[in-house]
């Protein structure tokens, strides 16, 4: 079993829709927990990052923690076309620097 | 802002060369990583380094090594390329507990 598993989609919705993107873990070391977007032939650019349980939110991103569910979402208000691409989840342990990547969520958004 | 800056986006080799792939980050980071990216695979560890001259292996090193002769520079070496090594190279480089900054990436095609 993967230590992080993430809705691989793809996901394909109309342009101002709320997009739900998720991802569970396994390993309840895990404390830090990242988004990245990564647009087609791109290297991943870091969207959110969080360390407690609870909401976060960047203008139209809001990233949600659960550890006692071992859950992690990230919420697109307002989708725009220029939000098509592929999401990464992460999460790393206290000690140390490697991250676990979930497979990712391709998402369209259609004008 | 950081910067992580690979030295090719687009390689194409033949089988059998030897490749070398570079890596710079113009921040003091301590932390390197090299990853490849392939569809339904997601993103897999190769090699990490958290020091000058200090490396570690990641989830799959089988062909590949690394250097690491100054604190800026990561390079990733394919001994005798293959086409199963045919993917998307991705460098990134984090300062602890900060996330991974990645590249652009270097999307390599071994014939």
């Known amino acids: 079993q993967k230590e992080v598993e993430q809705d691989p989609g793809p996901l394909s919705v109309p342009e101002g829709a709320i997009v739900s993107l998720n991802c569970t873990y396994s390993?309840?070391?895990?404390?830090?927990f990242m988004w990245y977007r990564q647009y087609s032939r791109k290297g991943p650019e870091l969207l959110m990052y969080?360390?407690?349980?609870g909401n976060k939110e960047d203008g139209r991103f809001t990233a949600q923690v659960d550890k006692s569910s071992k859950y992690i979402s990230l919420f697109i208000r307002d989708s725009q076309p220029s939000d098509s691409a592929t999401y990464l989840c992460?999460?790393?342990?206290?000690?140390?620097?490697?991250?676990?990547f979930g497979e990712g969520t391709q998402l369209t958004v259609n004008p | 802002d950081v910067k992580v800056t690979q030295s090719s986006r687009y390689l194409v080799k033949r089988t059998g060369e030897k490749v070398f792939l570079e890596c710079v980050q113009d921040?003091?980071?301590?932390?390197m990583f090299w990853y490849r990216q392939d569809p339904g695979l997601g993103l897999r560890l190769i090699y990490f380094?958290?020091?000058?001259?200090?490396?570690e292996k990641g989830d799959i090193p089988e062909g590949y090594s690394v250097s690491r002769e100054k604190k800026e520079r990561f390079s990733l070496i394919l001994e005798s390329a293959s086409t199963n090594q045919t993917s998307m190279y991705l460098c990134?480089?984090?300062?602890?507990?900060?996330?991974?900054?990645f590249g652009s990436g270097t999307r390599l095609t071994v014939v």
């Open positions: 990134a480089s984090s300062l602890l507990p900060q996330p991974h900054t």
């Open positions: 390993n309840s070391a895990f404390q830090y």
């Open positions: 969080t360390y407690s349980s």
């Open positions: 992460a999460m790393k342990e206290t000690s140390g620097s490697r991250l676990t």
């Open positions: 921040m003091d980071h301590e932390n």
């Open positions: 380094s958290y020091d000058v001259k200090m490396k």
